[in-house]
T-cell receptor, first 112, second 114 residues
Framework: AQSVSQHNHHVILSEAASLELGCNYSYGGTVNLFWYVQYPGQHLQLLLKYFSGDPLVKGIKGFEAEFIKSKFSFNLRKPSVQWSDTAEYFCAVTGTASKLTFGTGTRLQVTL | KAGVTQTPRYLIKTRGQQVTLSCSPISGHRSVSWYQQTPGQGLQFLFEYFSETQRNKGNFPGRFSGRQFSNSRSEMNVSTLELGDSALYLC?????????????FGPGTRLTVL
């Protein structure tokens, strides 16, 4: 069975600080990797995804993530966070089926 | 293009009752998945429907069921409600339900069981 671990449960950063959120997965086959974001009061929406090819993927709003197969990791990064990035971030994987397995989420709070 | 819509947005029920939640996917999307979100368990997959057939099912008891109609709209039903069923139920749609397709989420239905 596939599983996803997000080790940071709550992160507090000042504006302009750099962000890295950890995500590790466990799955025996080929995976597809996703980061979703849930802004306060809004729907879950896709930030970025990795299926194949270049392991460094860029998403919306300046976010990027790097797939490191040897470490089973897909960490999310942003060089300089803004107050508007305050949200909950979920790492997720799919295997051969479309079922998304989510991590427990990381709550990011950006202070002015 | 309109997004995924879910009705109702909020529901309050009592233990033992049953409830039906509805989801309308994005036009042209044929796959609909349902997820349960709770503070303790996070986001958990319930089931997925494609072309009116259940393709995948999560680890939930048989009290949780669903169906999909020919227009791709989907409903999920929970019978004999328990307090632990209180959660945000999310519906997501995708074009073909392939593992690499982006899933678009609706706003959810907040179910409270008293």
């Amino acid at each position: 069975a596939q599983s996803v671990s997000q080790h940071n449960h709550h992160v507090i950063l000042s504006e302009a600080a750099s962000l890295e959120l950890g995500c590790n997965y466990s799955y025996g086959g080929t995976v597809n990797l996703f980061w979703y974001v849930q802004y306060p009061g809004q729907h879950l929406q896709l930030l970025l995804k990795y299926f194949s090819g270049d392991p460094l993927v860029k998403g919306i709003k300046g976010f990027e993530a790097e797939f490191i197969k040897s470490k089973f990791s897909f960490n999310l990064r942003k060089p300089s966070v803004q107050w508007s990035d305050t949200a909950e971030y979920f790492c997720a994987v799919t295997g051969t089926a479309s079922k998304l397995t989510f991590g427990t989420g990381t709550r990011l709070q950006v202070t002015l | 293009k309109a997004g995924v819509t879910q009705t109702p947005r909020y529901l309050i029920k009592t233990r033992g009752q049953q409830v039906t939640l509805s989801c309308s996917p994005i036009s042209g999307h044929r796959s609909v998945s349902w997820y349960q979100q709770t503070p303790g368990q996070g986001l958990q997959f319930l089931f997925e429907y494609f072309s009116e057939t259940q393709r995948n099912k999560g680890n939930f008891p048989g009290r949780f069921s669903g169906r999909q109609f020919s227009n791709s709209r989907s409903e999920m039903n929970v019978s004999t409600l328990e307090l632990g069923d209180s959660a945000l139920y999310l519906c997501a749609s995708s074009l073909r339900g392939n593992s690499y397709n982006e899933q678009f989420f609706g706003p959810g239905t907040r179910l409270t069981v008293l």
